[in-house]
Structure formats: structure tokens, C-alpha cells
């Protein structure tokens, strides 16, 4: 049986848009998704591969999606190592699973082996899309302390989770720029911050003050960033006190 040595969920997602994707180039084929993951993440309705390859082609169409691609073959070998599920909302986990010799080819990531995305169900398709793309962006960008929490406190937590790259304000840019590429311009969600109608020109120092000041929040909860952030911080603190504990019970006393 597949152990998990640990998974670390990552974060909500934004958006809510809408329209068309536009024709793009023929399909790819990505390797299919490794059963063993399925065994790790959390619970969900695993997309089938031919799901999951639209989403991915759809997402390849695009000049930013096709970069986070990229990072992700190179941090994670291939994509066997990604699971894609439906749930009720958008997050994703970075997990260690045992990697059995000439099967999935490791990737560079210190971050663990594989990926496990959860995306909401919701149409149009677009959104699936910006999602897939919001969390590959956290998956393949965020440094190990920044995800784990080893920072000093809960503002630093809170602060390198917003602003740092593969940060919630880089995941949301990145989601913004792959909708801007397949629509042609900015939906009403990423508009505001949208200064150009060039895709490259998204004003992230904004997206920043709106995290802080609850004008942007995590559309599922209502929760603003830096209050979903902290709670997540005294859990992942709670879980390591509890794991510290167990270890050596007469820690502390
Ligand atoms: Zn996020």
C-alpha cells in the first residue's frame, strides 16, 4: 500500500467569469495521471484522461499556461504525477508518494513528487481551466519554507503567501494572464487590474493591497486571504505540536 510520507494543501482559488475558449492548436497527449496518487489525495472525483487532457490542452493554447506546463514537467517529471479531481472547491496538495524504479520519472522539485489538483466544479469551462492553472502555479512556484510555514510568525506566514512567487498574487496574475491569452481580453474579475490590454501587464502591487483590504477574497468561503491564511497557519502549527507530541511525549513538560 502506498504510504503518504505528507501532503500539504496549498490554497483556495478566485475566479468566477465567463465565455469561449478559442480554436487552438492540435492536441497533446499527457502521460496519464498515476494511480498511486489517487491513493493520496484527498478524495475526489477523478477526471478521466480525456478530461483532463482537454483542460491540459486548453491550458497549453496559452503563452503563460504553457510556461506553467513546463515547470511542471521539470519540477515534477511528467505528468503521471499530477491527479486532477472535481471537489467543491479549488485547492491542491503537494504530496510525497514512494517512487517505484523506471516508473515516473522524478522531477527537480524539493517540494515533494507528486501533485494533486481539486478543482470546482463550475462552468464555463474556461474557469476549470484559470483554476488548473492558479494551483499548478503554487504547486510548481512556492519555496518549501514559504509552504510549509517555517517563517517566524503569522504575519511573515500571511505576507509570503500573498506576495511571494508562487504566492496567491502570483497564482492569481497567472490565472488572469491565461484567460486574458484565450479570451482576448481581461473577464470582469481580473479587469480591474488589468492596466493594459496586454496580458503581460497586470498590476500584482494592487492585487496585493486588495488581499489586505478584503476587497479580494476567497470567493468560496467569503473569508478575506489574510484571515483564510492565518487559520491555515495555527492549523499547520497545531498539526506539528500534535506530530512533535507523539514523537516525544514529555516535550515541553
Ligand atoms: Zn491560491
Redesign the pocket.
Known amino acids: 500500500m502506498v504510504r503518504v510520507l505528507w501532503a500539504i494543501v ?5 475566479g468566477i467569469g465567463a465565455s469561449q475558449l478559442r480554436a487552438g492548436e492540435p492536441n497533446t497527449s499527457f502521460d496519464r495521471g498515476s494511480r498511486e496518487l489517487g491513493a493520496v489525495c484527498d478524495p475526489g472525483a477523478t477526471l478521466s484522461d480525456d478530461e483532463r487532457g482537454i483542460l491540459l490542452n486548453k491550458l497549453r493554447i496559452s503563452t503563460s499556461g504553457r510556461a506553467v506546463l513546463d515547470d511542471f514537467v521539470r519540477q515534477y517529471g511528467s505528468f503521471t504525477n499530477l491527479l486532477v479531481q472535481w471537489d467543491t472547491v ?3 496538495q503537494v504530496v510525497s508518494v514512494p517512487q517505484q524504479p523506471g516508473r515516473s520519472p522524478a522531477g527537480e522539485s524539493l517540494l515533494g513528487n507528486g501533485v494533486c489538483v481539486h478543482l470546482t466544479r463550475k462552468l464555463p469551462e474556461i474557469e476549470h481551466v484559470a483554476d488548473l492553472a ?2 499548478l ?2 504547486a510548481t512556484r512556492l519555496s518549501f519554507k514559504v509552504l510549509h510555514g517555517e517563517v517566524a510568525d503569522v504575519a511573515e506566514f500571511v505576507r509570503a503567501r500573498l506576495t511571494a512567487r508562487g ?2 498574487a502570483d ?2 496574475s497567472v490565472e488572469c494572464k491565461v484567460k486574458h491569452e484565450l479570451l482576448g481580453r481581461w473577464d470582469e474579475f481580473c479587469s480591474p487590474y488589468g492596466t493594459l490590454s496586454a496580458a503581460d501587464s497586470f498590476d500584482t502591487v494592487q492585487v496585493i493591497k486588495d488581499f489586505y483590504n478584503g476587497r479580494l477574497s476567497a470567493s468560496l468561503t467569503g473569508e478575506t486571504y489574510p484571515v483564510m491564511l492565518a487559520r491555515q497557519y495555527k492549523a499547520m502549527l497545531a498539526k506539528r505540536a500534535r506530530v512533535q507530541y507523539a514523537t516525544n511525549p514529555y516535550a515541553g513538560k
Do not use: N, Q, V, W
Open positions: 496549498l490554497a483556495c482559488c478566485l479549488s485547492y491542491s492558479h494551483e502555479t503554487h504566492g496567491e497564482a492569481f
